[in-house]
């Protein structure tokens, strides 16, 4: 099993950056491909970002290419989102992942963090 724990979220300038953080509790954590979502008020809880258990391969909702970075460091239990260029459509509350598969994390998450919220000012 896999608890997480999201970090870093904050009040941005637009253009501005901001790196997230998710701490990953248990001792199978580079078992897992590891994903970010995310939700603004009054919308659905969208997928933002997703990368394999070995870092190796990456992938991006449209939203967020080229502007937003995944990446995980396994012998930290961790799984960043660096987000450059920010914009105040990126407002939302920020979820951290965990799946079995590239499909499940993408798609319905075996695990979910508590959140972080994300405000981007304009």
């Known amino acids: 099993q896999v608890q997480l724990v999201e970090s870093g979220g904050g009040l941005v300038q637009a253009g501005g950056s901001r790196r997230l953080s998710c701490a990953a509790s248990g001792r199978t954590f580079s078992n897992y491909a590891m994903g970010w979502f995310r939700q603004a008020p009054g919308k659905e809880r969208e997928f933002v970002a997703a990368?394999?258990?070995?870092?190796?391969?990456?992938y991006y909702a449209d939203s967020v290419k080229g502007r937003f970075t995944i990446s995980r460091d396994n012998a930290k239990n961790t799984v960043y989102l660096q987000m450059n260029s920010l914009k105040p459509e990126d407002t939302a509350v920020y979820y951290c992942?965990?799946?079995?598969?590239?499909?499940?994390?993408?798609?319905?998450?075996?695990?979910w963090g508590q959140g972080t919220q994300v405000t981007v000012s304009s």
């Open positions: 992942a965990a799946g079995g598969t590239m499909m499940v994390v993408t798609t319905t998450p075996d695990y």
């Open positions: 990368i394999t258990w070995s870092g190796r391969n990456t």
